[in-house]
């Protein structure tokens, strides 16, 4: 198969008369559309909806934002196992320290603990098990882009996540070190960022969780990034990485953890920051602040890194591939449909190479004749939770995580 730019500028070029999809797909298109009948009403195929992404930042990824600095991924480069540091997305929420000097960096752990402790990381790698482990971080945020109306913030698409190898000292370790005080609850987090007004007495972020998450042996104190230092814009030279729950629990540039008997109320976990709302609400709807609870597990979530979107297939058979993540448990289907979601059809799935990692699955597919398709894939979670096709609307665009598509022409 072959991905051809020309091809790909040659459909944006394209002026379409008409705005309606369905039966009439086709002659939006000006092509065949094999499966056009079964097109749901109202959905837009992605060929119609596509933008021309600005690359900047890291190499290849997509800068929306540049102070504070986010970036994304575009999905058929989170294709590795492994996510190489390069294409490691890049989420912001105040200035990174300018500075950082791994030497004499110290972490302070205070707070509800018996004896605080303050560490260098030199001090961390001798008195810890070091460990490394494959772990995935999405923010809260992705798939912001698709809510409708529209949620402030950061208008991430796909690519707000990644599955880096992560090398450090379990967070466990470290706090059953300091001791944990019989009446501490919660954890708080504190990095050197600098806040956005300049405030010395602000911070960015400040998260934390519950301790019986904060125990959990795959929340590492992180020193490593694939291999090497931590990359700046990733928290160089200490993060925390806490998988499965929303990226911001995974404190970049760490140097402060304190426990505490109350849940955190650090910047960023209180009102609508990081919250939704305790029952379904309809779109648009207004929610009492009252009413928002903290995200605590990601949901059910995949997808199609290969093909790229907008790729021409020549091939008659051609494999779809992926990956598959939830929160904190397993995949066990991923299922996709060539046929705007008439049948599905079962992939083959690969184990996590170690908790809280991504899952690989794939597929050969047959496409039946030269058109316009769209692959839809669909995962589902070892408690029969899956991906829904629409989203769930939350006034700040938290979870979406509905179903991936892609547009392929068969040629
Ligand atoms: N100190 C600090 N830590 C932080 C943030 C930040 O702005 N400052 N952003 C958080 C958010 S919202 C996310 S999604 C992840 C993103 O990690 P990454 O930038 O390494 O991809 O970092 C989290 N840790
Ligand atoms: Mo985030």
Known sequence: MTSDNNSINEWNRRKFLMRSTGASAGLVLGMIVPFARNIPDGLLPIVLAQDADEIAGKDNLSLLNDRPLNAETPPHLLDDIVTPTDRHFIRNNGNPPDDVDPESWLLTIDGLV???????????????????????????GNGRAFFDPPARGNQWTYGAVACSQWTGVRLADVLNAAGIKPDAVYTAHEGTDSHLSGDPEKHPVSRGMPIDKAMDP?????????????????????????????????????NRIYLRDQVHDGAKMTGTSYRVPEYKVAPGQKVPEEDFKIIEAMPVKSLITYPETMADISANEFEVRGQAWAGDTTISAVDISYDFGATWQKTELQEPTNPHAWQRWSVKINLPQKGYYEVWARATDANNISQPFAIDWNPKGYLNNSLHRIAIQRV
């Open 114 to 140: 018996e004896t605080p402790l303050s560490l260098t990381i030199e001090e961390l790698k001798n008195q810890f098990e070091i460990v490394t482990y494959n772990l995935l971080i999405e923010c809260g």
């Open 218 to 254: 795959f929340n590492l104190i992180a020193f490593e990034q694939n291999g090497d230092a931590l990359h700046p814009m990733n928290g160089a030279p200490l993060r925390l990485v806490v998988p499965g729950w929303p990226g911001s629990c995974s404190q970049k540039w760490l």
